[in-house]
């Protein structure tokens, strides 16, 4: 006799092995999960935007010939000395504490070697970073922690974080795992205890207190530093103008695939707004208070190709900063750790459990012996290539728009090839001259 | 000798650097300010020995990060006077607004007055003393120094502490997460002489009640979310 034909075993789309698999964690466990990196779900990015090169109305520039130029400068519009560099991608602020030393290390000899700066991160200023950086963003935080004049005033600029994209409105938490005799030293805290970095500023609170704040850190560092104000990617048109109302030098934004060093998943994945439809509403409310160019603008959260680069300016930016993309450069998430990311449970490309202290690589970790896996001179020159293919890319990108400046890309050069991403960029759909939103439909 | 810079003259930039720059000098210089008129961010970033005068009363951040000088307000101070102080002295003859002495890493900040909520926030190794009460959320997430408390304290008294020492004289609102009262014991009896006496106030150290913190917050723990 025939056998009746089954139905396949069908999984849920909204009960997915994945979804389940949080909800027996949590109910085994009664915390919610806790991880580092930014958002992972799929949204909107820069791979969702085309150039459209060269045609009869655009001239193209001849590759390895004509030149076109990468340099930025950051912070002319108050500070004595504003930050000049060779290419227009920074270093993201990331704190020593959730990096080991010899990273913080590789990431200052990676930016110097490219001819860009590196940045602080919540926990202070360390001589690796210092030494190491010819230019160095020094974050005032939340918690100012390991803050101190004598560090502001060696610093080459300043940036005053009031949120990042992995967690707009939210602090942090080092874990106890990561708290050193050395970490915690320089954050006057006893070693071994969970560390809250608080989620707003202890000492103003609105635009209003802010300007009086940038005054005070102005005053105490003469007036030479560049003051950059950092916003996650909540409520960019308004953050902008704000923080240009503040007086900052330059506004920093940041979309939530940017990274963190340890945040709760849910916040990760369901805060925020994607890098992509950030860019756009910044942009304009630099041009409405006539301080686009003036104002610097910069972007970041998942900035991984020279594409990703070239399309950011493209729509407006000034520079870009890249954070994980870094950490991958220097060998985070290395398939040669995959017995050990095994261990861990997780796999390469997969592993975010970072804020636990134990990363394979010796990135994210204060264990002596992993951090001796990481030699900051092989990794800060694996940094230092990275960021020159993402400069030769992008340049590549500009020349075939017919720009000899990176800074001279503009939507104009791109299409949409999803309606979501012509909304968000505001750039036509591909083969059309139309965007959601534009006037006409 | 002291010499007189009128803030109705002198703008705030070039006051400040003539401050900055005889603290760098090292020379115990002392200067008088005159008609502040409640200017933000008044005698900051001094680094060395210097003593200052204000005559009046200052706004935001006045005395901001100050190393090693002496610095007077004969009035009250406005929002975050001397945040994240790392050495010296400051003293308000007056009242002294929210987050007084905010992430300050050392020195004594002497508030004659009362100063608002917030007073001692995330500091970090700086001794407050306050001649009157204290405002609600004072020492929130305090984590060194020891704040002093001659009259009373409002709601929420240091709340989520670390290892910062609070020695209140009068009335406690509320104590705030993980905040709780701490025998006081001989060091401690010693420890607030020393500083009442730096102060000039007129207390016994046996009035005062000591808080601390209970370290139960110390390492997250589910059982302790109602906390949160």
Same mark, same amino acid.
């Given at each position: 006799?025939?056998? %009746?034909?089954?139905?396949?075993?069908?999984?849920?789309?909204?009960?997915?092995?994945?979804?389940?698999?949080?909800?027996?964690?949590?109910?085994?466990?009664?915390?919610?999960?806790?991880?580092?990196?930014?958002?992972?779900?799929?949204?909107?990015?820069?791979?969702?935007?085309?150039?459209?090169?060269?045609?009869?109305?655009?001239?193209?520039?001849?590759?390895?010939?004509?030149?076109?130029?990468?340099?930025? %400068?950051?912070?002319?519009?108050?500070?004595?000395?504003?930050?000049?560099?060779?290419?227009?991608?920074?270093?993201?602020?990331?704190?020593?504490?959730?990096?080991?030393?010899?990273?913080?290390?590789?990431?200052?000899?990676?930016?110097?070697?490219?001819?860009?700066?590196?940045t602080t991160g919540d926990g202070g200023m360390t001589e690796e970073e210092r030494g190491h950086s010819e230019k160095l963003v020094y974050q005032y935080l939340p918690s100012r922690y390991g803050m101190n004049p004598d560090d502001l005033r060696r610093a080459d600029a300043i940036e005053v974080v009031v949120g990042?994209?992995?967690?707009?409105?939210?602090?942090?938490?080092? $874990?106890?795992?990561?708290? %050193?005799?050395?970490?915690?030293?320089?954050?006057?805290?006893?070693?071994?205890?969970?560390?809250?970095?608080?989620?707003?500023?202890?000492?103003?609170?609105?635009?209003?207190?802010?300007?009086?704040k940038l005054l005070e850190l102005r005053e105490i560092t003469n007036w030479e530093k560049p003051i950059y104000v950092k916003i996650g990617g909540a409520r960019p048109y308004y953050d902008t103008a704000l923080a240009v109302k503040a007086g900052a030098d330059v506004v920093v934004l940041d979309g939530m695939q940017?990274? %963190?060093?340890?945040?709760?998943?849910?916040?990760? =994945?369901?805060?925020?707004?994607?890098?992509?439809?950030?860019?756009?509403?910044?942009?304009?409310?630099?041009?409405?208070?006539?301080?686009?160019?003036?104002?610097?603008?910069?972007?970041?959260?998942?900035?991984?190709?020279?594409?990703?680069?070239?399309?950011?300016?493209? $729509?407006?930016?000034?520079?870009?900063?890249?954070?994980?993309?870094?950490?991958?450069?220097?060998?985070d998430n290395d398939p040669k750790w995959e017995a050990e990311y095994q261990k861990l449970g997780s796999t390469t490309g997969a592993y975010d459990d970072w804020h636990e202290g134990r990363d394979p690589a010796g990135i994210t970790t204060q264990d002596p012996d992993l951090m001796a896996r990481l030699d900051p001179?092989?990794?800060?020159?694996?940094?230092?290539?990275?960021?020159?293919?993402?400069?030769?890319?992008?340049?590549?990108?500009?020349?075939?728009?017919?720009?000899?400046?990176?800074?001279?890309?503009?939507?104009?050069?791109?299409?949409?090839?999803?309606? =979501?991403?012509?909304?968000?960029?505001?750039?036509?759909?591909?083969?059309?001259?139309?965007?959601?939103?534009?006037?006409?439909? | 000798?002291?010499?007189?810079?009128?803030?109705?003259?002198?703008?705030?930039?070039?006051?400040?650097?003539?401050?900055?720059? @005889?603290?760098?000098?090292?020379?115990?210089?002392?200067?008088?300010?005159?008609?502040?008129?409640?200017?933000?961010?008044?005698?900051?970033?001094?680094?060395?020995?210097?003593?200052?005068?204000?005559?009046?009363?200052?706004?935001?951040?006045?005395?901001?990060?100050?190393?090693?000088?002496?610095?007077?307000?004969?009035?009250?101070?406005?929002?975050?006077?001397?945040?994240?102080?790392?050495?010296?002295?400051?003293?308000?003859?007056?009242?002294?607004?929210?987050?007084?002495?905010?992430?300050?890493?050392?020195?004594?900040?002497?508030?004659?007055?009362?100063?608002?909520?917030?007073?001692?926030?995330?500091?970090?190794?700086?001794?407050?003393?306050?001649?009157?009460?204290?405002?609600?959320?004072? @020492?929130?997430?305090?984590?060194?120094?020891?704040?002093?408390?001659?009259?009373?304290?409002?709601?929420?008294?240091?709340?989520?502490?670390?290892?910062?020492?609070?020695?209140?004289?009068?009335?406690?609102?509320?104590?705030?997460?993980?905040?709780?009262?701490?025998?006081?014991?001989?060091?401690?009896?010693?420890?607030?002489?020393?500083?009442?006496?730096?102060?000039?106030?007129?207390?016994?150290?046996?009035?005062?009640?000591?808080?601390?913190?209970?370290?139960?917050?110390?390492?997250?723990?589910?059982?302790? @979310?109602?906390?949160?």
């Amino acid at each position: 006799m025939d056998k %009746t034909p089954q139905t396949e075993p069908r999984q849920s789309w909204t009960f997915s092995n994945d979804v389940n698999s949080e909800i027996r964690r949590a109910a085994a466990t009664g915390i919610y999960d806790i991880r580092g990196g930014g958002a992972k779900r799929r949204v909107p990015h820069f791979d969702d935007l085309l150039f459209l090169g060269a045609s009869m109305s655009r001239y193209p520039l001849e590759g390895y010939r004509e030149k076109c130029e990468t340099a930025v %400068t950051l912070g002319t519009r108050f500070a004595k000395k504003p930050i000049e560099l060779k290419i227009p991608i920074t270093i993201a602020g990331m704190s020593f504490g959730s990096l080991s030393g010899p990273a913080k290390e590789a990431l200052g000899r990676g930016a110097t070697m490219a001819g860009t700066s590196t940045t602080t991160g919540d926990g202070g200023m360390t001589e690796e970073e210092r030494g190491h950086s010819e230019k160095l963003v020094y974050q005032y935080l939340p918690s100012r922690y390991g803050m101190n004049p004598d560090d502001l005033r060696r610093a080459d600029a300043i940036e005053v974080v009031v949120g990042q994209g992995a967690k707009p409105g939210g602090g942090g938490m080092l $874990l106890g795992q990561k708290i %050193t005799e050395r970490v915690a030293g320089m954050r006057d805290l006893p070693e071994g205890i969970d560390q809250r970095s608080a989620c707003r500023h202890p000492d103003w609170t609105g635009p209003d207190d802010l300007e009086i704040k940038l005054l005070e850190l102005r005053e105490i560092t003469n007036w030479e530093k560049p003051i950059y104000v950092k916003i996650g990617g909540a409520r960019p048109y308004y953050d902008t103008a704000l923080a240009v109302k503040a007086g900052a030098d330059v506004v920093v934004l940041d979309g939530m695939q940017g990274g %963190t060093a340890a945040t709760q998943d849910v916040f990760i =994945e369901h805060v925020g707004q994607p890098t992509l439809a950030c860019i756009r509403p910044a942009v304009q409310a630099l041009q409405d208070l006539g301080m686009h160019r003036e104002v610097q603008l910069v972007v970041s959260g998942g900035i991984r190709t020279g594409a990703d680069v070239a399309k950011a300016l493209a $729509l407006g930016a000034d520079a870009v900063s890249i954070g994980t993309a870094a950490l991958v450069a220097l060998g985070d998430n290395d398939p040669k750790w995959e017995a050990e990311y095994q261990k861990l449970g997780s796999t390469t490309g997969a592993y975010d459990d970072w804020h636990e202290g134990r990363d394979p690589a010796g990135i994210t970790t204060q264990d002596p012996d992993l951090m001796a896996r990481l030699d900051p001179e092989i990794a800060g020159r694996k940094l230092r290539n990275y960021l020159n293919v993402l400069t030769l890319e992008c340049q590549t990108l500009a020349r075939a728009c017919g720009h000899n400046h990176v800074h001279n890309l503009e939507p104009e050069d791109l299409c949409a090839l999803t309606m =979501e991403a012509a909304a968000m960029a505001q750039v036509p759909l591909a083969g059309t001259n139309w965007y959601p939103g534009k006037a006409g439909f | 000798m002291s010499t007189i810079l009128d803030m109705a003259e002198t703008d705030l930039r070039a006051v400040n650097t003539t401050l900055q720059a @005889a603290a760098k000098d090292k020379a115990n210089a002392a200067y008088t300010l005159t008609n502040p008129r409640g200017s933000h961010a008044v005698a900051c970033g001094l680094d060395g020995p210097l003593s200052v005068t204000v005559k009046g009363s200052t706004g935001y951040y006045c005395a901001g990060m100050n190393k090693d000088a002496t610095v007077t307000v004969e009035g009250s101070a406005g929002p975050g006077v001397a945040e994240n102080m790392m050495s010296g002295v400051v003293t308000i003859e007056g009242d002294a607004s929210q987050y007084a002495g905010a992430t300050g890493h050392g020195g004594l900040l002497n508030i004659k007055g009362n100063a608002s909520s917030r007073c001692g926030i995330s500091m970090k190794g700086i001794d407050i003393v306050v001649h009157g009460n204290i405002g609600h959320m004072s @020492a929130f997430m305090a984590q060194k120094g020891n704040l002093v408390v001659l009259g009373d304290a409002g709601d929420a008294l240091g709340d989520s502490l670390y290892e910062a020492r609070l020695f209140v004289r009068g009335s406690v609102k509320s104590l705030g997460a993980d905040c709780i009262e701490k025998e006081m014991r001989p060091e401690h009896i010693a420890l607030l002489s020393e500083l009442l006496e730096k102060a000039g106030a007129d207390a016994k150290p046996e009035e005062f009640k000591r808080y601390g913190s209970a370290r139960k917050l110390y390492n997250f723990n589910i059982d302790h @979310a109602d906390a949160y």
